[in-house]
């Protein structure tokens, strides 16, 4: 078997699990419930996927909040904040846009930032699964109940190529459109507990998804 398939023998109450990255992330979670071949090839091959213009706009969208006033009123303490927790023995890891170390009750303990042409539901922020998962994150962490978060849609709009007779100088990309909207969110303790078991579930499948890969590998049997 080759070098590349790191394994991390994690002690959990769940067990030894054996996971292919130190800690599990809310995407890559994601990513296991959405298409295993993806995940396996991401996180077990070490496989890169190639960026979109929306995620590589998105991402610069999130550094502009982080360090333009413009932007004060959605900003509510550390930006682009990461936290490690440990579930049951489970090493999580979450990369949080607005976090607010100091939350009393009440008050929001973070803030999250999406980017898109299609405007954002009430309901669809009160479903969101990554809300949820921070919640419970900052929860361990901080021993006190992330119960008020909010979403802050940034609407944005594609420009037009710049051409000048055949010769594109610039070619389709992105931009805001100046509109936002914010949904607050409410999470509850039953909300944290069906996301805990969520997480704890989809760790416990990679694991023995995993175990049962390196076992074929090692055995040259396809998988």
Do not use: C
Not at 8 to 18: A, C, N, P, Q, R
Not at 103 to 130: H, I, L, M, P, V
Not at 170 to 195: F, Q, V
């Amino acid at each position: 078997m080759q070098d590349k398939y790191t394994k991390y023998k994690i002690k959990s109450k769940h067990g030894i699990l054996t996971l292919p990255r130190k800690e599990l992330s809310f995407s890559s979670i994601s990513l296991w419930n959405t298409s295993q071949t993806q995940f396996r090839d991401k996180y077990y091959e070490g496989i890169k996927f190639g960026e979109n213009k929306y995620t590589l706009f998105g991402r610069e969208i999130h550094e502009l909040i982080g360090r333009n006033k413009k932007f004060k009123d959605i900003q509510i303490g550390e930006q682009e904040k990461k936290i490690i927790v440990k579930l049951e023995g489970i090493p999580l890891v979450g990369y949080i846009d607005t976090f607010n170390k100091l939350f009393k009750r009440g008050e929001y303990a973070f803030g999250e930032y999406k980017t898109g042409k299609n405007e954002w539901t009430q309901t669809k922020a009160d479903t969101n699964k990554q809300v949820k998962s921070y919640s419970l994150l900052i929860t361990l962490l901080t021993k006190r109940k992330a119960n008020k978060a909010f979403i802050v849609w940034l609407e944005t709009e594609s420009t037009p190529d710049i051409k000048i007779g055949s010769v594109t100088l610039k070619h389709n990309t992105m931009r805001l459109t100046g509109h936002r909207k914010k949904y607050e969110i409410k999470i509850n303790n039953l909300d944290r507990e069906l996301i805990k078991q969520w997480i704890i579930n989809s760790a416990i499948a990679i694991s023995e998804d995993y175990q049962n890969y390196l076992k074929k590998l090692s055995t040259g049997m396809p998988f």
